[in-house]
């Protein structure tokens, strides 16, 4: 099937290339990730590359649309330099924490959705993705359409966690969201089998979560929830630069090596003017199954500490429970599974603040 691939793509004649993208070396076998009927190419354009970049991708679609073998198709460019002039950000006179300084470019809306959210961490393993989706579905409960985009292309956890195994359909030049539980979802890990790896540098990391943010057809929605990598790199900053985000939440576990990251990437988020919604405690306390006592295994309140510290909300403290952990794993999260829980309660509570936050207007309703 590379084969095939790679002998329609040699035909492709870029203008101001002396040669096809094969021969060249843009594309080899190694760049073609196939998974039954979903084929993602990526292209290696050089920093200098003197054709035109926006031909690349659909002269790539055109060549392999008549091959049935492909069902879903994803082309990733992984250059450098961006195929249309990005706007830089102001250079600063004034300390990078100064109140007032300009770090973020503007950001093109996104057609369609009101609002887009982050929800972030500064280190991995503190449950964010179960926090984000739901809070997702804890946005939806209050009757606001909700879409939930997986942003961690190296570890994408909404295939297990809404447990969906089906591959995105495109349609046109747009990828079809899949919708779960009256959210619409979209994540790498729907075009890759779940124990392949990503090996991928920035730029083609970069330039993919571009793509899943817009060329998704996400239709109307009230709230976009972006389920963020964890740390503050490339992937990152790309996406708190380049997407108008109205607001970030960070979730940090209770002790004092988690919160040391969380600082990190709210100190992030701060720096390019995105406003800080709160943060929320993960894995609070531990409350026994059998027992129903209550151990701080993690510790306890340092989220809510810090928050106090720095100056902005806490938005609340989720306890690690078994029931938590059971649910995310058979992807039937507490707020729909358990809609009437305590647990779902917490997160319910949580998604009221952030909506209050985002759509302050409804409160003279």
């Not at 790498?188 to 330039?207: A, C, K, S, Y």
């Not at 510790?299 to 938590?324: C, N, S, T, W």
């Amino acid at each position: 099937m590379k084969k095939v691939i790679l002998a329609r793509i040699s035909t492709i004649k870029i203008p101001g290339l002396v040669s096809d993208l094969v021969t060249l070396g843009l594309i080899t076998d190694n760049e073609i990730s196939i998974d039954g009927g979903k084929v993602i190419v990526s292209v290696n354009v050089p920093n200098k590359f003197p054709g035109d970049l926006e031909q690349i991708k659909p002269m790539i679609e055109d060549k392999l649309s008549g091959l049935n073998e492909i069902e879903t198709l994803l082309v990733v460019l992984t250059s450098e330099r961006a195929p249309e002039p990005v706007v830089k950000p102001k250079l600063r006179k004034r300390p990078i924490d100064a109140p007032g300084a300009d770090m973020r470019p503007k950001s093109a809306a996104i057609p369609g959705i009101r609002t887009i959210i982050a929800v972030a961490s500064g280190k991995g393993g503190v449950g964010k993705s179960t926090t984000a989706v739901n809070i997702a579905l804890g946005l939806r409960s209050l009757g606001l359409k909700t879409g939930l985009l997986d942003a961690d292309i190296y570890g994408p956890s909404l295939p297990r966690l809404m447990a969906i195994d089906q591959r995105p359909e495109i349609k046109g030049d747009r990828i079809i969201p899949i919708e779960r539980y009256g959210i619409k979802v979209m994540s790498m890990g729907f075009l890759m089998q779940e124990d392949n790896p990503v090996i991928w540098r920035g730029p083609m990391v970069v330039t993919a979560l571009m793509q899943m943010t817009r060329e998704v057809d996400w239709g109307e929605l009230d709230v976009l929830v972006l389920d963020m990598p964890p740390g503050t790199g490339d992937a990152q900053l790309t996406m708190a630069q380049q997407v108008p985000l109205q607001g970030a939440i960070i979730v940090s576990t209770p002790q004092d090596l988690a919160l040391i990251d969380a600082r990190k990437g709210l100190k992030m988020f701060k720096n390019v003017d995105v406003p800080i919604f709160g943060i929320i405690e993960n894995m609070s306390t531990f409350v026994c199954p059998h027992c129903g006592e209550s151990s701080d295994i993690f510790g306890h309140g340092g989220a809510e500490e810090d928050a106090k510290r720095l100056g902005v909300p806490f938005l609340g403290a989720i306890p690690l429970h078994m029931d938590i952990r059971e649910n995310s794993d058979l992807g039937t999260p507490v707020v729909v599974s358990q809609a009437d829980g305590p647990h779902a309660a917490i997160y319910k509570n949580i998604a009221l603040k952030i909506a209050t936050r985002l759509f302050p207007e409804s409160d003279d309703d």
